[in-house]
């Protein structure tokens, strides 16, 4: 009887799975509420993608597709953050604003993954934040964060992780970039 009914169990992961896997995983965020606010004019580049390996999520050996790119998603978090603080953001390409030296901000996608197996999902986010002043380099850093967690990989549970790490690293990314620029 305890064989049917972790077999029961099995075959109901993989049915889970199969189905979950039919659409892309949307990669969301949500801004910091919180957040400390932000003066000034912001160049937000473009997320260089370094990555060695390219494929995101991997589910028992089966690439998932996401609605977007990896860096486009963290470029976009930081936009969030920054418009959320009350920074102006703009494009490489614009400068029209009243601010002399506008802050560049970039960074380069290093590592980006997520593999689930049966119940196990595992998540590593690496990328380098810069943040320029003029012909100055005033803030360089790179941030990893690691997570593991057990629960069906429903495409619900994966957005959630996926939402839910990136937020965790943003804190880190502004009040790091916030307490750079409140300096200057």
């Known amino acids: 009887m305890k064989r049917i009914w972790i077999g029961a169990l099995g075959l109901c ?11 892309p995983v949307q990669l969301n965020y949500s801004p910091d509420r919180w957040a400390e606010s932000c003066t000034g004019e912001v160049q937000l580049e473009p997320m260089h993608d370094a990555r060695k390996e390219t494929q995101f999520i991997v589910r028992e050996g089966k690439v998932l597709k ?10 976009s978090a930081l936009r969030d ?24 901000l970039g960074g380069t996608l290093y590592e980006a993954r997520l593999r689930t197996s049966y119940l196990k999902q595992q998540l590593v986010l690496k ?10 380099k005033i ?31 943003m804190k ?5 970039v916030s307490h750079v620029m409140q300096k200057k």
Do not use: N
């Open 13 to 23: 992961c993989l049915l889970l799975g199969a189905c979950a896997s039919q659409q």
């Open 81 to 104: 953050e920054l418009e959320l603080r009350g920074c102006r953001v703009v494009s490489p390409q614009v400068h029209d604003g009243p601010f002399s030296q506008p802050y560049r």
């Open 66 to 75: 996401t609605d977007r790119d990896v860096p486009g998603w963290i470029q």
């Open 139 to 169: 803030f360089d850093k790179t941030y990893r964060g690691a997570w593991d967690t057990t629960d069906l990989p429903t495409q619900a549970t994966l957005q959630e992780l996926l939402s839910s790490s990136l937020e965790d690293m």
């Open 172 to 176: 880190d990314v502004m009040a790091d």
């Open 127 to 136: 990328f380098q934040i810069t943040l320029e002043q003029g012909e100055r």
